[in-house]
């Protein structure tokens, strides 16, 4: 099996803001934490996104706190970073020709949130070829208030992206399912 890279998107800070509203999965830091142990472990490649927010009223400015890493998923020195202002890492960042250059056509996306930035993330990747896996406990979703007024829980958001990505642009595994296939 070719060895994927892990993809570290938006695991920041400001994604603690309570304004957010309800966030399912809160194991997805320390899913994410065990992750990066194993890949730093074997010495495999790790890639962390940094959401660098253009909106006013976001959390995610360069200038604020919020922009900052969270401690799980703070980058080594040695791990490559990219910085993004739109949802999919691959755009405007040079995050494909970073991993063409290296033959890495293997992601294994973590981070926040499901239904944004993982999720425009996964498909840009998968659009372009890579063979990607999205890893549903190591991610997560905020609550939010559809077109048609109706509330939709955390969970609900979480999974219904999940289930949109799945077979068509990534296999979802848990990290368990992950750490296993390292066994």
Same mark, same amino acid.
């Given at each position: ?7 570290v998107?938006d695991?920041?800070k400001?994604?603690d ?5 309800k966030r ?16 730093? /472990?074997?010495?495999?490649?790790v ?10 009223d ?5 200038e604020?706190?919020?922009n900052?890493?969270?401690a799980e998923a703070?980058?080594?020195p ?5 910085q ?6 691959f ?6 020709e970073y ?5 890495i056509s293997?992601l ?9 930035c ?6 840009t ?12 406990n190591a991610?997560a ?12 829980s955390?969970?609900?958001v979480?999974?219904? /992206?999940l289930?949109?990505? /799945? ?10 399912e ?6």
């Amino acid at each position: 099996m070719e060895q994927p890279a892990l993809l570290v998107v938006d695991v920041q800070k400001g994604l603690d803001e309570p304004w957010l509203g309800k966030r399912n999965n809160p194991d997805a830091e320390s899913n994410i934490a065990l992750l990066l142990s194993e890949w730093r /472990n074997r010495g495999l490649p790790v890639v962390h996104i940094q959401h660098c927010s253009k909106e006013p009223d976001s959390p995610l400015r360069p200038e604020l706190p919020g922009n900052a890493f969270k401690a799980e998923a703070r980058p080594l020195p040695k791990e490559k970073r990219f910085q993004k202002s739109v949802n999919s890492a691959f755009i405007g960042t040079g995050l494909a020709e970073y991993l063409h250059e290296r033959r890495i056509s293997s992601l294994v996306i973590v981070g926040m949130t499901t239904s944004h930035c993982v999720s425009a993330t996964a498909r840009t990747a998968s659009d372009l070829g890579f063979s990607v896996t999205v890893i549903s406990n190591a991610t997560a979703a905020f609550e939010c208030t559809g077109h048609d007024g109706v509330n939709y829980s955390a969970e609900d958001v979480h999974n219904i /992206n999940l289930v949109s990505l /799945n077979g068509e642009f990534c296999t979802i595994r848990s990290t368990e399912e992950m750490l296993k296939r390292f066994a």
